[in-house]
């Protein structure tokens, strides 16, 4: 498959076949996503491959998203890791300088792109794939269960595996919607807004499971509405980053 059609294809994968993954092929494709743009090359990402049937069963209600972990041929948590770097600096008697807003964004990018390297050499190789940011819903939780120590926080788990079924791909956002040339221009949001929630509406009503009436601002609309998740940042605190 041509990598353009590849990525033009992708679909979140709620149900797998059950079929394991063997590890040869679990290492592969990290070694694969870790050849990924890192900032400043400090790769601040750590994986936790979860093998251990009880702490699969535990991370799966933790998340909320029992289904996927059930079902999945590998089941991963990725995290956001600077005690690789604390160690590095002291090694050279360094005091690392990492609770900061500026390293919380460098650890975040890292992880996503490291992740997404990942998601498409699995999607490469035929494996379906679905991100869980639901180990946000109780991250101290999960950290307490995978030892996660200060400098380190989960930031989404992920599973793979053979799928069940395959969705159709999700109509995105229109091309003008995102991209914007030489200036910000907001006052084409009205227009292609409505043209994206006419399309959307369609989607959900003809897809082939799960259909509804929906459009994708009133979804928006409702998922902003209030703060979500408003422990994260004494969570992150009591991992060293204080956003200084």
Request: proline share 4%; aromatic share 12%.
């Amino acid at each position: 498959m041509e990598v353009k059609d590849l990525l033009r294809s992708h679909t979140s994968v709620r149900k797998y076949t059950g079929e394991e993954i063997s590890r040869e092929k679990v290492v592969e494709l990290i070694e694969t996503a870790q050849m990924a743009a890192s900032s400043h090359f400090v790769q601040a990402y750590s994986v936790i491959w979860v093998t251990d049937e009880e702490k699969k069963r535990k991370l799966a209600e933790l998340s909320k998203n029992e289904i996927q972990f059930q079902t999945a041929g590998a089941s991963f948590l990725f995290c956001v890791d600077f005690k690789r770097l604390e160690m590095a600096c002291k090694k050279h008697g360094v005091q690392i300088v990492a609770d900061t807003a500026e390293n919380v964004l460098v650890g975040v990018s890292d992880v996503a792109i490291f992740a997404q390297n990942f998601v498409i050499a699995a999607e490469a190789e035929g494996y379906g794939i679905c991100y869980i940011g639901g180990v946000r819903n109780n991250p101290a939780e999960i950290s307490e269960l995978f030892n996660l120590p200060d400098y380190v926080f989960p930031l989404f788990g992920m599973t793979i595996g053979v799928p069940a079924k395959r969705n159709e791909p999700k109509p995105r956002l229109p091309v003008q919607a995102v991209l914007h040339e030489n200036s910000y221009n907001a006052d084409k949001y009205p227009t292609l807004l409505d043209e994206y929630d006419e399309i959307m509406e369609n989607y959900y009503a003809s897809r082939s499971s799960n259909k509804k009436m929906a459009t994708w601002t009133k979804q928006m609309a409702d998922f902003l509405i209030e703060q979500r998740r408003p422990f994260i940042k004494e969570f992150l605190a009591s991992k060293k980053f204080t956003w200084k």
